[in-house]
């Protein structure tokens, strides 16, 4: 991921390296091809647009430390506002500062990855906080989504609220709270039924099961290889239910980046955690200034 992106950044600021001083000239021309590059990686325009308007007010007028060359110290600027767009400094971790059991509501289409990362976020509270998790698939629609989260549950060793035929979300989202309190769960992982595309009827099912259990996360889980469709996806999920948190799958793939670029501006929330294969180890903690080092290479 990032590959492309990277690569154009890095000529950018080559080119300006090799020249003695910094001129608004100079900057302008880095901030043209900057723009193409973020646009041609996907980002969205609204954020492209934000984000070279922000680094050319830093830039221009910067005093170029005799230490660094001009290329260096624009790339140092881009650096500090691609941290910015990722969601600023240091991973935000899950909230879980609520009354046990707490609980994350799981939302996205299908396909984006959401049964999958319920059941590596349980893992990973499981093994590391050492937290005890209940999963509960919602998905009425689909029975093969309520087997596939009982086997992933089973795979990480927690476990899964019986399936019981005929109940609505909202009565499974009771059902599984209740199974927490009774049973002493720390943590209630509700996966929603996901859909091809946004549909209001799906909206509403996710504003009756928040409004039933109150999530201390409402998590968007989205597909990086997406692109555009991701952050237009987040915006309409956020618009509809609103969004704590962001998941992005598929980060082992050879997505563009534009999505990562855009989720914080285009939601509000941070990107928390990235999905990097199907394994249920493979979640990670997202890191913007790692990601930032690692599109300027
Ligand atoms: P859902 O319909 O949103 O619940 O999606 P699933 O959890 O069923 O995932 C759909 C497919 O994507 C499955 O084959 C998963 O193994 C795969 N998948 C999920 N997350 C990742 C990821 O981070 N990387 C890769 N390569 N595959 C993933």
Do not use: C
């Not at 170029?64 to 400094?89: C, F, W, Y």
């Not at 409402?218 to 237009?232: E, F, I, K, P, W």
């Not at 082992?252 to 980046?257: F, I, M, N, T």
């Not at 989720?263 to 493979?282: F, Q, R, Y």
Request: charged residues 25%; hydrophobic residues 45%; glycine residues 10%.
């Amino acid at each position: 991921m990032f590959e492309a992106l990277s690569g154009r950044l890095s000529g950018v600021f080559d080119g300006l390296a090799k020249r003695g001083a910094l001129s608004e000239a100079d900057v302008m021309e880095a901030m043209r091809e900057v723009r193409l590059a973020m646009l041609d990686a996907d980002v969205a325009l609204p954020v492209v647009k934000d984000f070279v308007n922000k680094v050319k007010e830093r830039a221009v007028g910067a005093e170029v430390l005799e230490s660094i060359s001009p290329g260096q110290a624009v790339a140092k600027i881009v650096n500090d506002a691609l941290i910015d767009a990722l969601g600023g400094a240091g991973a935000v971790p899950l909230n879980l500062n609520a009354v046990a059991p707490v609980p994350i509501l799981m939302v996205g289409l299908q396909g984006s990855g959401k049964t999958t990362t319920s059941g590596k976020i349980a893992l990973r509270l499981k093994t590391r906080e050492r937290k005890k998790v209940l999963l509960a698939s919602l998905d009425t629609q689909r029975p093969a989504a309520q087997l596939q989260l009982a086997q992933l549950a089973e795979q990480a060793g927690v476990v899964s609220l019986p399936i019981v035929a005929g109940q609505t979300p909202v009565e499974i989202a009771h059902r599984a709270m209740d199974t927490g309190r009774r049973e002493g769960f720390d943590v209630v992982i509700l996966d929603t039924a996901g859909r091809l595309s946004i549909d209001e009827a799906l909206m509403e099912e996710v504003r009756q099961v928040r409004a039933a259990t109150q999530p201390a996360e409402t998590l968007l889980v989205v597909d990086a290889m997406t692109g555009q469709d991701a952050v237009n996806t987040a915006k309409a999920f956020n618009e509809a239910v609103g969004v704590t948190g962001v998941v992005m799958t598929r980060m082992d793939g050879d997505a563009r980046g534009g999505a990562a670029l855009s989720m914080k501006a285009i939601t509000g929330a941070p990107i928390k955690l990235t999905g990097s294969g199907e394994k249920l180890d493979a979640l990670e903690e997202f890191h913007p200034e790692r990601v930032a080092g690692r599109i300027l290479g």
